[in-house]
């Protein structure tokens, strides 16, 4: 069976790449700027993989040199800050080795299929970062990609020996300054003047991104070292981290700003592949039969007296894909036997009723992860095995494994309402502790959450342009769907400066976002 999922033509790609006349450069007026009451002369950022520059689901040198945070630095230069420090990967491939076994892939790059179409792969090359050479720092970007809120004061997050069963990060394995070092401790022995923090985004993101395969631990007083990956951060432990973080980087700051975090689901990421991606072209030949077996299906859900579960192509417009709602009441048992009442053999009820019974068909409330572009309309050859150990044949198990089609879309690629509801909550609750407590210390706040959905709702006009939430053409969000591209770190570190500013009375110059690149890399790209 086709592929149902093709990424569209790229239209128009060196738009968004094309740059406006700009005014004099900063350069020339020094005299006209003032740091006001902060001092920024030893500038420390912590954060996640926001922070750090992460882009196209990699960490590299380009990326990190895009920052916002050294964005940031080099503004801050015309104020009194004084030098800005990294710690740079070897490479513009990105991934990661451990003792020269690879870890994390390399960045994503754009490749024209055979058909023309344009879709992200990685960059081919060996990467050559291995995280056991550890750098000698001080490091102003603590930024550290994966990093949830409570990993910034946990000791051993930077243990190489614990990146392997997942107790360690292997990025800031890189760059602590000793195994059992926290972020927040490397960060306060450079006794920062001005800071930034930028966290929590992952406290609610892996949960989303994963389909929302983890716990929401609100209301749970399970230890947050005990938490799984994905798992939601209770907002009482956020709330006691984050204020405690903020507490010891003013006792030696003149000042700081913090940010709060965006809606996750406002990025390419859930809103790239529509609920409904299924074409009559898709399913060509095989669309009477497919519907033919749902019908018998159908009927059964009818009799359950849940007919909202049906299941149809059509044949003239797009359909949503078969997905596995795990909110759904699971009612194999009792559909396998009414298929059997209904003259299916034992084998064949059995297995429809395991794999369909909690299956229902895609609709307008659900989002559709981009992960899930690269394997709708595939076929799932592990489900193949599974069936083919229960007796199925080979031919009759593929037919009934097409991800999507005739098997249900699994957990980790859509994110249903009431997931989506929990998310929101979360992030809401989070981003009124991070209000609560840039007001208290009186901090710059920027209202990152409002800045994305402005990108995702109409788009954000800079001098001689606009820069939108549309994936991979927008010029706001690199491929990976989550992270932002240098134009799009350009515009954060904008926003910054403006609340900067208004805060401590300064006045420094913003930077021209026309300068930095919003499209994505074709071909071999950046080497």
């Known amino acids: 069976?086709?592929?149902?999922?093709?990424?569209?033509?790229?239209?128009?790609?060196?738009?968004?790449?094309?740059?406006?006349?700009?005014?004099?450069?900063?350069?020339?007026?020094?005299?006209?700027?003032?740091?006001?009451?902060?001092?920024?002369?030893?500038?420390?950022?912590?954060?996640?993989?926001?922070?750090?520059?992460?882009?196209?689901?990699?960490?590299?040198?380009?990326?990190?040199?895009?920052?916002?945070?050294?964005?940031?630095?080099?503004?801050?230069?015309?104020?009194?800050?004084g030098e800005f420090t990294q710690p740079l990967m070897n490479d513009n491939l990105g991934g990661l080795l451990l003792n020269?076994?690879?870890?994390?892939?390399?960045?994503?790059?754009?490749?024209?299929?055979?058909?023309?179409?344009?879709?992200?792969?990685n960059i081919p090359g060996n990467p050559t970062t291995d995280i056991?050479?550890?750098?000698?720092?001080?490091?102003?970007?603590?930024?550290?990609?994966?990093a949830k809120s409570f990993h910034l004061v946990a000791p051993g997050y930077g243990n190489v020996a614990g990146v392997a069963t997942g107790q360690a990060n292997p990025y800031f394995a890189r760059f602590r300054s000793s195994k059992d070092a926290t972020v927040l401790e490397d960060a306060l022995t450079q006794n920062p003047t001005f800071f930034s923090l930028w966290i929590g985004n992952n406290d609610v993101l892996s949960f989303a991104t994963s389909g929302g395969v983890g716990v929401d631990r609100t209301g749970d007083s399970t230890l947050p070292e005990n938490y799984g990956g994905n798992d939601i951060t209770n907002p009482q432990v956020f709330a006691q981290v984050f204020s405690s973080q903020v507490e010891v980087l003013t006792e030696s700051a003149s000042g700081g700003v913090v940010l709060n975090i965006p809606n996750v689901t406002d990025?390419?990421?859930?809103?790239?592949?529509?609920?409904?991606?299924?074409?009559?072209?898709?399913?060509?030949?095989?669309?009477?039969?497919?519907?033919?077996?749902?019908?018998?299906?159908?009927?059964?859900?009818?009799?359950?007296?849940?007919?909202?579960?049906?299941?149809?192509?059509?044949?003239?417009?797009?359909?949503?894909?078969?997905?596995?709602?795990?909110?759904?009441?699971?009612?194999?048992?009792?559909?396998?036997?009414?298929?059997?009442?209904?003259?299916?053999?034992?084998?064949?009820?059995?297995?429809?009723?395991?794999?369909?019974?909690?299956?229902?068909?895609?609709?307008?409330?659900?989002?559709?992860?981009?992960?899930?572009?690269?394997?709708?309309?595939?076929?799932?050859?592990?489900?193949?095995?599974?069936?083919?150990?229960l007796g199925v044949p080979?031919?009759?198990?593929?037919?009934?494994?097409?991800n999507g089609v005739t098997y249900p879309l699994e957990d980790q690629y859509v994110l249903i309402s009431e997931e989506q509801e929990m998310v929101a909550q979360a992030t809401a609750t989070f981003n009124a502790t991070i209000k609560s407590v840039a007001e208290a210390n009186d901090l710059a706040f920027v209202d990152a959450n409002a800045l994305l959905a402005q990108l995702a709702n109409g788009g954000v006009v800079y001098d001689g342009g606009m820069v939108t939430a549309e994936f991979a053409t927008g010029g706001a969000f690199s491929l990976d769907g989550i992270h932002l591209t240098p134009r799009g770190y350009a515009?954060?570190?904008?926003?910054?400066?403006?609340?900067?500013?208004?805060?401590y009375n300064a006045t420094v110059p913003r930077v021209n976002v026309g300068d930095y690149n919003g499209s994505p890399s074709i071909g071999s790209g950046i080497q």
């Open 132 to 146: 056991t050479n550890t750098l000698s720092g001080p490091f102003n970007n603590m930024g550290v990609p994966g």
């Open 1 to 81: 069976m086709k592929n149902t999922i093709k990424y569209m033509a790229l239209l128009a790609l060196g738009l968004v790449a094309c740059e406006p006349e700009f005014d004099n450069s900063v350069k020339d007026n020094d005299g006209f700027y003032s740091n006001g009451s902060a001092d920024f002369s030893t500038y420390v950022a912590l954060g996640n993989s926001l922070t750090a520059g992460f882009a196209d689901n990699a960490l590299y040198i380009q990326g990190q040199k895009n920052s916002y945070p050294n964005i940031l630095a080099t503004q801050f230069k015309h104020v009194g800050g």
């Open 491 to 503: 515009i954060m570190a904008n926003k910054i400066i403006e609340a900067v500013n208004s805060q």
């Open 394 to 402: 080979q031919a009759t198990a593929g037919q009934l494994a097409v």
């Open 267 to 389: 990025t390419p990421f859930f809103n790239r592949v529509p609920y409904n991606p299924i074409t009559p072209a898709a399913l060509e030949g095989q669309l009477e039969t497919l519907n033919a077996t749902y019908a018998q299906l159908n009927q059964a859900f009818a009799f359950l007296q849940v007919p909202e579960r049906s299941i149809q192509f059509s044949a003239t417009g797009a359909s949503g894909v078969v997905v596995r709602d795990e909110s759904l009441a699971d009612i194999s048992a009792q559909l396998t036997q009414v298929l059997i009442g209904a003259g299916l053999d034992a084998q064949t009820a059995t297995i429809y009723g395991m794999q369909y019974g909690q299956a229902r068909q895609s609709n307008s409330s659900d989002l559709i992860l981009l992960t899930s572009s690269s394997v709708i309309g595939e076929v799932n050859t592990a489900r193949v095995q599974e069936l083919m150990a």
């Open 100 to 121: 020269g076994n690879q870890i994390q892939g390399t960045r994503l790059i754009l490749e024209l299929g055979e058909d023309g179409a344009p879709s992200p792969v």
